[in-house]
């Protein structure tokens, strides 16, 4: 067995023994019903995509399918029970398990060598930080972290040794096709990569144009069907989600803070979001969910405009918050594992500027959007990982 393949094994079976422990053993675990989990357990009991809020409102695209789609197999086995939880916890928690032992590959793929991917590794494996959003498996946040690590992997391999055939345009195509009906918000960090991949291809153009158009068109094809039943069920076209203008909405009105779970505790949240509030649920039932969430994108425009200083106030705070999260216990921790990331992501552009120009992409095009809305911890977990990878980098600078 070679020392990468011993590296995966050995993280992956310490980070899963330490996250199963904590959520079985010490039952450090909390039971939910946020939307995607309404969504899962409709998907078993209906085979509908349907009803995320307080109450039965019909179809949605409140979240991307992927992820209820993923985890309505636990809830059609086990019911809407316990342990059906449990099942999603301990599933969560082993997918988080295999983001640490991915690390040393994604460390040899960016070309830093297998050492600094298994310090960072075994670090994360062993201080698991961010358990809750890691597995819980509320929200797709592990699922999204592991498919911006593959497409990392993968991209600095492509970099290396670029292929411009059909066969692997298609490839790519598939494969961010998928990762967009998991997590559409990765799409920025998509344009990212074709920017630098543009660049570095840039002496044969028309054969980069032509894999590019044979991508889009793979990608516009996977999409498709989503596509069709949102048109059909929903009444609009829309990329993948729907609910942009109910988060912009939320994270931006008077009293708003930064922080997602500063503005569940207030009254706004109570009375405005429809999972928490069955009058809001009511009237998607009236109107649709499409007409509500449009409703919602102008109610938030409007008082963009009216208050451009408040809305730049919050947007430079909430960029803030989502490197700096305003978590109760251990922030000085967080705080500081956020500040040794980017010396370390500054040392490594001294060692590697396309390395350090990858992942930065990933960072700042993941982060992007949680400049314009409401932020905590779970939504900086898909980018945690790269974060652990850059102590790791500096802790073995310094060793």
């Not at 997918?95 to 040393?104: I, K």
């Not at 911006?148 to 497409?151: D, H």
């Not at 007409?291 to 408040?310: C, G």
């Not at 095009?365 to 990878?389: D, E, K």
């Given at each position: 067995m070679s020392i990468s393949a011993k590296a995966f094994c050995i993280i992956l079976l310490l980070a899963a023994a330490v996250r199963l422990t904590l959520v079985f053993g010490f039952h450090h675990y909390e039971i939910g019903r946020p939307?995607?989990?309404?969504?899962?357990?409709?998907?078993?009991?209906?085979?509908?995509f349907a009803d995320p809020y307080a109450i039965p409102t019909g179809p949605t695209a409140h979240t991307a399918p992927l992820y209820p789609a993923l985890i309505a197999p636990l809830y059609a086995f086990c019911g809407d029970a316990r342990r059906a939880d449990f099942a999603r916890f301990a599933l969560s928690a082993?997918?988080?398990?295999?983001?640490?032992?991915?690390?040393?590959?994604?460390?040899s793929a960016l070309g830093l060598g297998l050492w600094p991917g298994i310090l960072a590794g075994l670090g994360g494996a062993l201080i698991p930080l961010q358990l809750w959003p890691e597995c819980m498996g509320e929200f797709e946040t592990t699922w999204t972290a592991l498919f911006?690590?593959?497409?990392t992997i993968l991209f600095a391999r492509f970099l290396r040794a670029p292929r411009l055939d059909s066969k692997c345009a298609?490839?790519?195509?598939?494969?961010w096709g998928v990762g967009l009906l998991l997590a559409p918000s990765v799409l920025s960090v998509l344009v990212g990569f074709c920017a630098i991949g543009g660049w570095k291809l840039r002496p044969g153009a028309r054969a980069a144009g032509r894999w590019l158009?044979?991508?889009?068109?793979?990608?516009?094809?996977?999409?498709?069907?989503?596509?069709?039943?949102?048109?059909?069920?929903?009444?609009?076209?829309?990329?993948?989600?729907?609910?942009?203008?109910?988060?912009?909405?939320?994270?931006?009105?008077?009293?708003?803070s930064p922080d997602a779970t500063e503005n569940m505790a207030q009254p706004y949240y109570a009375a405005e979001h429809p999972h928490f509030s069955a009058a809001a649920a009511r009237e998607i039932q009236r109107?649709?969910?499409?007409?509500?969430?449009?409703?919602?994108?102008?109610?938030?425009?409007?008082?963009?405009?009216?208050?451009?200083?408040?809305?730049?106030?919050?947007?430079i705070a909430r960029a803030w918050t989502f490197w700096f999260p305003r978590v109760p216990r251990f922030?000085?921790?967080?705080?500081?594992?956020?500040?040794?990331?980017?010396?370390?992501?500054?040392?490594?552009?001294?060692?590697?500027?396309?390395?350090?120009?990858?992942?930065?992409?990933?960072?700042?095009?993941?982060?992007?959007?949680?400049?314009?809305?409401?932020?905590?911890?779970?939504?900086?977990?898909?980018?945690?990982?790269?974060?652990?990878?850059?102590?790791?980098?500096?802790?073995?600078?310094?060793?």
């Open positions: 939307e995607p989990i309404r969504i899962a357990i409709s998907l078993a009991a209906k085979g509908s082993v997918a988080a398990s295999v983001e640490y032992a991915l690390l040393p590959l994604v460390a911006l690590e593959l497409v298609v490839r790519w195509g598939l494969l158009a044979v991508f889009s068109a793979t990608v516009l094809l996977v999409l498709a069907p989503w596509l069709i039943r949102n048109y059909r069920q929903l009444g609009g076209v829309f990329l993948v989600r729907d609910d942009f203008g109910l988060e912009l909405s939320d994270s931006n009105h008077d009293g708003a109107i649709g969910e499409l007409a509500f969430e449009r409703q919602k994108l102008r109610q938030a425009l409007a008082w963009i405009r009216r208050n451009p200083r408040k809305f730049g106030s919050l947007t922030r000085w921790v967080f705080w500081t594992a956020t500040a040794a990331a980017f010396a370390g992501l500054v040392l490594l552009g001294v060692y590697s500027r396309l390395a350090a120009a990858v992942l930065a992409t990933v960072l700042a095009g993941y982060s992007a959007v949680y400049c314009v809305i409401q932020n905590s911890l779970r939504y900086q977990h898909p980018v945690w990982w790269i974060q652990v990878l850059l102590m790791g980098w500096t802790a073995y600078l310094i060793l």
